[in-house]
């Protein structure tokens, strides 16, 4: 068995790619309250901040802040995956899972990659906006609903239209 080892960076910022088990799944968009709610519950429990995020319907895309002196991003996934499945029935499950309490909602692992610096932010936090475009659920980015792109585009920070009809590419991790 591997012992997979996270990196450990205090305060540090972070990409995130979590998966439903069942890649093929609504189940993220069709509860998206029940995932606002444990969200919000976790950040009130465990303050972080939430620099980007989309949610699609089998998989979430983030990029978080973490406090000074604080690298436990693991908890705080943990903490909500748990809380959102919460009340939800157990999708179909190997023994192991059961042993574990797992419902079988949520794929194990998750993808997690340090913020190395100022271009591999932006083009992270790019990368979480235009996943909707990215996997054909909407033709453009302003039309996906579930995406912290509505916040940058409020703040100025993003115009409506941005990234048009481009297509983005790079290293990101899935």
């Keep these: 068995m591997s012992r997979y080892r996270r990196l450990k960076i205090e305060g540090g910022a972070f990409f995130f790619t979590l998966a439903l088990a069942d890649r093929g799944s609504d189940l993220l968009v069709r509860h998206i309250e029940r995932l606002r709610g444990a969200y919000a519950e976790v950040e009130k429990?465990?303050?972080?901040?939430?620099?980007?995020?989309?949610?699609?319907p089998d998989h979430i895309h983030a990029l978080w802040q973490l406090p000074d002196g604080d690298a436990d991003y693991a908890s705080r996934w943990s903490l909500l995956k748990s809380s959102f499945s919460r009340g939800l029935p157990s999708a179909k499950r190997t023994m192991s899972k059961i042993r574990k309490r797992e419902k079988g909602i949520w794929q194990r692992r998750y993808w997690e990659h340090a913020i190395r610096n100022d271009a591999d932010f932006e083009r992270h936090v790019d990368y979480i906006h235009y996943n909707p475009v990215k996997h054909g659920l909407v033709t453009r980015v302003a039309d996906w609903p579930f995406s912290s792109f509505?916040?940058?585009?409020a703040q100025g920070i993003l115009h409506g239209d941005w990234a048009g009809d481009a297509k983005l590419s790079g290293p990101f991790g899935e």
């Design 45 to 56: 429990r465990r303050p972080f901040e939430t620099v980007a995020i989309c949610i699609l």
């Design 150 to 153: 509505h916040r940058y585009v």
